[in-house]
């Protein structure tokens, strides 16, 4: 990262929110991405926690879980070498270029945000403005660091329109001031549906057997696939609208192993659904197994998770400052020495 002397490489941002167990919709979704990117791009990677409080937390429960994602980024493999890896709340930026950005966007465009709909029903005693006001911070934390790419899953696609449409608004009527980014988003697996009800998204903050948790043992993780929903056909074939159970668990093997569709149905119609679900359920722990191998170890070595967590925020600030400078100018803000 900032090696002057290399052809300047291209930025990757993403975030995830410590709120609850990181399910494997998130790691096939966006996670997994993280490490596959991480040689193409400079990266970085932030725990959005900022994000997290627009849902009530548990003081004590958030600030266990952010050390434990920030455990989970480093047991992916990052390097942190290469990449950033921090927590949104340590670089002051983000929030200062959410309420300029605020002044550039319309309350009509959040109103629409389905991703708020849904959570201002699922939580109807708490729709706080900061929950409106999400994916405006969200676009502060991609366009902060002039970011090229955003790996995300599906349900992101419309925050990642947004942002985009701010950008090219601001620099519209600024000139030329932020990069206007693209989604990373998987074309297998990025949206995976819930074990219980395959018609809607795996949600890490629904009941524990809808999803498989990234930590979960590989006991858990064979029981919950066993008993995940499918239909009574026997038939092992690709058909999301008829089939959104079995199609659902044909995404995951597809994504974790590379065969086509076509390929997982010639391999396993016919032989009953116990064998298919086993096979999933093996490539699934094959998968995670080496990854809660490391976390254990990660977890356990606070003084390396306090050096990464420093070392990348001062890094990042160090990036977002010459944002903001270019951002104030452009607006208007008085200069700091005159
Ligand atoms: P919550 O359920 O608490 O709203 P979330 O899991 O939707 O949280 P994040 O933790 O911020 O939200 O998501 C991290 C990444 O995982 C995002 O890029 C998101 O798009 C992706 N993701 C979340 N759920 C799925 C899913 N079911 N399938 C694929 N990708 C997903
Ligand atoms: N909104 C995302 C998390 C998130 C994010 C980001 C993702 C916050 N800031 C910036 C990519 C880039 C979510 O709910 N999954």
Known sequence: MENNNEVKRKILFSGVQPSGNLTLGNYIGALRNFKLLEDQYDCLYSIVDLHAITVRQDPTELRKRCLQLMSLF????LDPEKSLIYFQ???????ELAWILNCFTYMGELQRMTQF?????KHADNINAGLFDYPVLMAADI?????????????QKQHLELTRDIAIRFNKIYGDTFTVPEGYIPKVGGRVMSLQDPTRKMSKSDPEDTFVAVL?????????LRRAVTDSDNSVFYDPENKPGVSNLMGILSALT???MEAISAQYDG????????????????????IQQRYQKILGDKAYLGEVMTRSAERASRMAMRTMSKVHRKVGLAAYKL
């Open 271 to 290: 032989k009953g659904y116990g064998v298919f679900k086993d096979a999933v359920a093996d490539a699934v722990i094959a998968e995670l197994e080496p």
């Open 117 to 121: 709909k849904d959570k201002a029903a």
């Open 216 to 224: 979960d043992d590989p006991n858990v993780i064979r029981k919950k």
């Open 258 to 260: 590379g065969d086509s």
């Open 143 to 155: 366009l902060l660091y002039q970011a090229d790419m955003v790996p995300v899953g599906q349900d």
């Open 74 to 77: 480093l047991a992916l493999g």
């Open 89 to 95: 709340s340590h670089v002051s930026q983000h929030c």
